[in-house]
């Protein structure tokens, strides 16, 4: 099976080489760093680190991750692993998310920041804790499958990603994703992973307040509309 990685990107100069860098080749084929037009020396940084770039303009995280999946397709991807480009997440560990994907004990695998595992202090805040809850209580009643957390880190098959029907392209498409997947039944897996501070920048969500705004009013339209459309 072969194993690519998707990492959105928009600035993420002295985290995207590290993060790059950190997941193990022995487990992960090829790396994708899907950029949104980085101003700083993100495309530069992820090249070194041995990622093939492509620029995507078209503003969107979700959009930056279809244009991931697509690039995967082609490159023949069994498997596709999301995370993010900050270096919060825990690229050591990757083959913990992939593994139940690869060998069928599992169908969608997330890791979960909420989980138990050790957790830098200031990695998350307690809103971004409270809402993940709040979210996965919701999704319990709405979708069928309590949720622990919209961490980005995840893996899932090619095919079975495809057959989602992926649409959101804005910060709705990692709740798009747990919402498609609870509905089509199937198997999800949460991983309780470490979790770190970013490496280097600012959140583009949970650095200021127009950003968590933005993200938040997509989240929550993303899981009325999707809940709608998958009850039909």
């Known amino acids: 099976m072969t194993v690519i990685a998707i990492i959105p990107a928009w600035n993420e100069a002295g985290a995207i080489g590290p993060t790059v860098r950190g997941l193990p080749r022995d487990v992960v084929d090829q790396i994708l760093v899907i950029d949104g037009g980085s101003t700083d020396g993100t495309v530069a940084e992820a090249e070194a680190a041995g990622a093939t770039v492509i620029i995507e303009r078209r503003r969107g995280y979700g959009r930056a991750c279809q244009t991931g999946v697509e690039a995967a397709a082609t490159a023949g991807a069994t498997i596709v692993l999301f995370l993010d480009g900050d270096g919060a997440d825990a690229t050591e560990c990757a083959a913990q998310i992939i593994d139940p994907v690869r ?28 809402a993940g809850k709040l979210i996965g ?5 709405m979708a069928g499958h309590r949720y622990s957390d919209m961490c980005a880190y995840r893996a899932i098959r090619l095919d079975t990603l495809q057959r989602l029907g992926m649409r959101e392209m804005t910060y709705g498409w990692n709740l798009e994703m747990q919402i498609r997947a609870a509905r089509a039944g199937l198997r999800i897996l949460e991983i309780p992973l470490p979790y770190r501070n970013r490496l280097a920048g600012a959140s583009k969500v949970a650095g ?25």
Do not use: Y
């Open 103 to 130: 060998t069928g004990a599992a169908d969608f695998v997330l890791a979960t920041r909420t989980g138990g595992a050790p957790r830098e202090p200031g990695a998350m805040g307690a809103h971004q804790v409270l």
């Open 137 to 141: 209580a919701a999704l319990g009643l």
């Open 208 to 232: 200021n307040l127009r950003g968590t705004v933005k993200a938040s009013t997509r989240i929550v339209s993303t899981l009325f509309r999707v809940t709608a459309e998958t009850r039909k």
